[in-house]
């Protein structure tokens, strides 16, 4: 593909503008006048349509193949819930927080306020501030509520630790320690959730939270959940809960039932709104009762005639952790997909991801390692360990998918699963889909042993083919057209 500044021909226009009427130094100061050319291609329109829409098929998403992506739920975003975001578009943020400006936006603070209502409700939590900008700030925001929670109570020196399973994510820990905890990891016991009696031994009243998700990251849920809860509390040490895997127990479990007092829910992996390339994302933290005099500002209250206001003057709050309300748009869309769906929907949704991701259990078990072969729940962890016998890694699997057309799977996470391998279909995907992939899937392990050399060349058909991906992560470097 030729590159845009290759085509640039001096002189080319894609668009006339009319000459401009307007003195420029009467608009912006000296200073900032701009001293040379921007060095822009020039081009015709066309030329710039394909240049767009031809790296536009460069990107992988839901919308052209199957995304099977393991804990960060690649969820297909339905295009209705782009209409209901673009009703919100003529809403600028910044009118509500203007004086009196929450007159002139009932309606939209309506739908934040009710969005927070209806996540509270399907978490079993009292509150919700939309504001986080994603999964991971969400918890930031949830440990500093948690935080800011023993403070109040004279405990902000004794609370030194939080605890996390050897299974979690690793933004729980890095979020806890941001805030200024130090951590302690339990293992996973042999049956694939925390081992009860670690956990027992790790905690004491020092403990400040114990941050899980559940189910687990092996896509297991936790039997244990409301003994590991009552234990917690017993220690006056607040229960977090990481929504990423909200998908598998929607309208099942409400995690406020089963002890968690804090919840983040990453709406754009359970609730529309597909993510990637760095957003947008959104992380609404839910929050029991004793912790709602913290949460971030401005927070939407409604007064006894029912109309919403913004409350700003709450000194006790731990103040405001992103912009206006958060990624309003994202919201909108979530918004839309609890309306649409409705509870039988929301359950339907959840016992759907299960389903699929047992399907594919099964039918992969025999080629596949499954080092906690049990039913799972939304996601299922294999292991490429049978595969490495023959010299070949989870991540030339990967590979491999890719030249067949399909995003691969998680690897490599949870750790605690040497060449893992972790898949979750989504509850969107028929079983023509699945079937496809099973065999594809199958076909990469009998070339494990009859032609290893093949996965090792994959991908060919890209146009790069393997990276290193922390070097091409922190040196971009998006004009090389190799
Ligand atoms: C994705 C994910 C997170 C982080 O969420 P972001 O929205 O990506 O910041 C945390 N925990 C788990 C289990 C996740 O899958």
């Given amino acids: 593909m030729q590159l845009i500044y290759e085509l640039s021909v001096p002189g080319r226009r894609g668009i006339k503008l009319p000459a401009s009427d307007v003195p420029s130094a009467a608009v912006l100061p000296e200073e900032l006048l701009r001293r040379e050319q921007a060095g822009l291609a020039e081009v015709s329109e066309l030329d710039l349509v394909r240049h767009f829409t031809n790296l536009s098929r460069r990107n992988f998403s839901v919308d052209t193949n199957?995304?099977?992506?393991?804990s960060c739920t690649m969820k297909y975003n339905a295009k209705v819930l782009e209409n209901a975001a673009a009703l919100f578009a003529p809403f600028h943020p910044m009118t509500a927080l203007l004086p009196g400006g929450a007159d002139f936006c009932q309606g939209t603070l309506g739908m934040l306020y009710d969005l927070g209502q209806l996540l509270a409700d399907i978490t079993g939590m009292d509150e919700v501030t939309t504001q986080p900008l994603a999964g991971a700030q969400g918890e930031m925001t949830g440990i500093m509520l948690i935080a800011a929670y023993h403070?109040?109570?004279?405990?902000?020196?004794?609370?030194?630790?939080?605890?996390?399973?050897?299974s979690s994510h690793g933004t729980n820990p890095a979020s806890a320690a941001i805030v200024g905890y130090e951590i302690i990891t339990v293992p996973t016991a042999p049956y694939g959730d925390m081992d009860l009696e670690l956990f027992k031994k790790a905690m004491s009243d020092e403990v400040a939270a114990v941050m899980m998700t559940c189910p687990n990251t092996l896509g297991l849920f936790n039997p244990h959940i409301k003994e590991i809860s009552d234990i917690a509390h017993s220690h006056d040490a607040l229960m977090y809960y990481d929504g990423a895997n909200l998908n598998a127990i929607m309208g099942k479990v409400k995690p406020g039932d089963v002890g968690f007092d804090v919840i983040h829910v990453n709406l754009h992996k359970t609730f529309g709104t597909p993510h990637g390339g760095g957003g947008p994302g959104s992380g609404p933290v839910g929050v029991k009762k004793a912790l709602i005099p913290f949460l971030p500002q401005p927070r939407i209250v409604?007064?006894?005639?029912?109309?919403?206001?913004?409350?700003?003057?709450?000194?006790g709050s731990i103040g405001r952790t992103a912009n206006f309300f958060g990624n309003f748009g994202v919201m909108a869309k979530a918004y839309?997909?609890?309306?649409?769906l409705g509870r039988e929907g929301l359950i339907q949704v959840s016992e759907q991801a299960v389903l699929n991701a047992n399907y594919i259990k099964e039918k992969l078990k025999p080629y596949y390692d499954l080092p906690y072969d049990m039913t799972c729940m939304h996601e299922c962890v294999f292991s490429a360990s049978k595969?490495?016998?023959?010299?070949?890694?989870?991540?030339?699997?990967?590979?491999?998918?890719?030249?067949?057309?399909?995003h691969p799977p998680t690897v490599y996470f949870p750790m605690i699963v040497k060449e893992a391998i972790m898949i979750e279909p989504t509850e969107t995907e028929s079983k023509a889909t699945m079937d496809a992939f099973i065999a594809v899937m199958i076909e990469a392990a009998q070339a494990a042993i009859s032609n290893p050399r093949a996965l090792h060349d994959a991908p060919l058909t890209m146009p790069i083919s393997r990276l290193d991906e922390t070097k091409a992560a922190r040196e971009q470097n998006v004009c090389c057209s190799g």
């Fill in 151 to 166: 403070a109040s109570r004279g405990n902000k020196a004794k609370k030194k630790y939080v605890v996390v399973p050897d």
């Fill in 66 to 70: 199957f995304y099977p992506l393991g």
């Fill in 387 to 406: 595969q490495l016998e023959h010299g070949v890694h989870a991540i030339d699997i990967a590979k491999f998918l890719i030249d067949k057309g399909y």
């Fill in 302 to 315: 409604m007064d006894d005639d029912g109309k919403l206001l913004l409350e700003t003057a709450n000194k």
């Fill in 336 to 340: 839309a997909y609890i309306i649409m």
